[in-house]
């Protein structure tokens, strides 16, 4: 079992940046595809982002491509989040997720194990 924690949520303004992190303890954490989601309020958690075990592929919902960027250090057990170019619409409770297959999932049954969420909250 793997436990994740996020970190970095916060206030911004349009425009602006933020970036999260989310630590991952317990297995090894090179073994797990990691992806983030977000949930808006009243909407479903939607997919963001996924990076490969080794960080080689990257995959992107296509409301933040170009806008996003998904990392990982595997030698620090985290997986990273920045968001640039903010827009109000991207409010949400941003979670990151762990999955144990080598595929890269877009879908919430995929992953198998989740963080507590951090709040981005961006201001028109």
């Known amino acids: 079992q793997v436990q994740l924690v996020e970190s970095g949520g916060g206030l911004v303004q349009a425009g602006g940046s933020l970036g999260l992190s989310c630590a991952a303890s317990?297995?090894?954490?090179?073994?797990?595809?990691m992806g983030w989601f977000r949930q808006a309020p009243g909407k479903e958690r939607v997919f963001v982002a996924a990076?490969?075990?080794?960080?080689?592929?990257?995959v992107y919902a296509e409301s933040v491509k170009g806008r996003f960027t998904i990392s990982r250090d595997n030698t620090k057990n985290t997986v990273y989040l920045q968001m640039n170019s903010l827009k109000p619409e991207d409010t949400a409770v941003y979670y990151c997720?762990?999955?144990?297959?080598?595929?890269?999932?877009?879908?919430?049954?995929?992953?198998?194990?989740w963080g507590q969420g951090t709040q981005v909250t961006v201001s028109s």
């Open positions: 997720a762990a999955d144990e297959s080598i595929l890269i999932g877009r879908g919430r049954l995929d992953y198998d194990y």
């Open positions: 990076i490969s075990r080794n960080g080689y592929r990257l």
């Open positions: 317990g297995r090894t954490f090179s073994n797990y595809v």
